[in-house]
């Protein structure tokens, strides 16, 4: 019954591959985003998604792109990786924004590794 | 400078109480939110407060917000060793997405 979970939990892939991450919540929320979190634990926001629309794309490269098939449903795509593109990358979905109070739930995140 | 500062290392003995503080600069913050994060997790909701709000007490959690210095602390008594965790600030104001502290990494000595 988990609530925001994120595939894969590690993926490990060369420079110049292409690879997605797939996030799904059964929470019943709005809204979806996409966190990158760096060695250091700076955690960043880069997409927002609310009921399937594009909402947020903060300065991301756009080799970066998120599809949202269902308002379940975030995936993160990911072309010709780059080892800068090495981090934890967060799913999170919340209660549409403005609602009072709307704190995230986050998956458990997919450690990427690019060599 | 950054939105949502904090300090990165808190080191405390089991037992004791721990103090984790936070700055932000966006004056229109409506809540402000403190997140657990264990090794190899996600982020999990700690407790909220509301800017109206300058204590909110909850268990072992007590959050104090001063909204004139911009200033919000979490502290944690009776301190366990599973306490051991980053905590991450963060505050929503007027675009109600929330904006991230680097996370404080507590450290609790048995």
């Known amino acids: 019954d988990t609530a925001v979970s994120q595939t894969p939990k590690y993926l490990v892939t060369q420079m110049g591959n292409d690879k997605s991450i797939k996030c799904e919540q059964n929470?019943?929320?709005?809204?979806m985003y996409w966190y990158k979190q760096d060695s250091k634990k700076f955690l960043k926001i880069m997409f927002s998604?609310?009921?399937?629309?594009?909402?947020i794309n903060e300065t991301v490269p756009n080799r970066f792109s998120p599809k949202s098939p269902d308002k379940a449903h975030l995936n993160l795509h990911i072309n010709s990786l780059e080892l800068g593109d090495s981090a934890v990358y967060f799913c999170?979905?919340?209660?549409?924004?403005?609602?009072?109070?709307?704190?995230?739930?986050f998956g458990n995140g997919t450690r990427l590794t690019v060599t | 400078g950054e939105d949502v500062e904090q300090s990165l290392f808190l080191s405390v003995r089991e037992g004791d109480s721990s103090v984790i503080n936070c700055t932000y600069t966006?004056?229109?913050?409506?809540?402000l939110y403190w997140y657990k994060q264990e090794p190899g997790a996600g982020l999990q909701l700690l407790t909220y407060?509301?800017?109206?709000?300058d204590m909110k007490q909850d268990q072992r959690l007590t959050v104090l917000l001063n909204k004139k210095d911009k200033h919000l602390s979490l502290r944690i008594a009776d301190t366990q060793t599973g306490d051991s965790a980053i905590y991450f600030c963060?505050?929503?104001?007027?675009?109600?997405?929330?904006?991230f502290g680097r996370g404080t990494s507590l450290i609790v000595h048995p």
């Open positions: 999170a979905s919340s209660q549409p924004l403005g609602d009072t109070n709307s704190p995230l739930h």
């Open positions: 966006d004056s229109s913050s409506t809540y």
């Open positions: 929470l019943g929320h709005d809204t």
């Open positions: 407060i509301f800017s109206n709000m």
């Open positions: 998604y609310n009921n399937k629309e594009l909402i």
């Open positions: 963060a505050e929503a104001g007027g675009s109600y997405i929330p904006t």
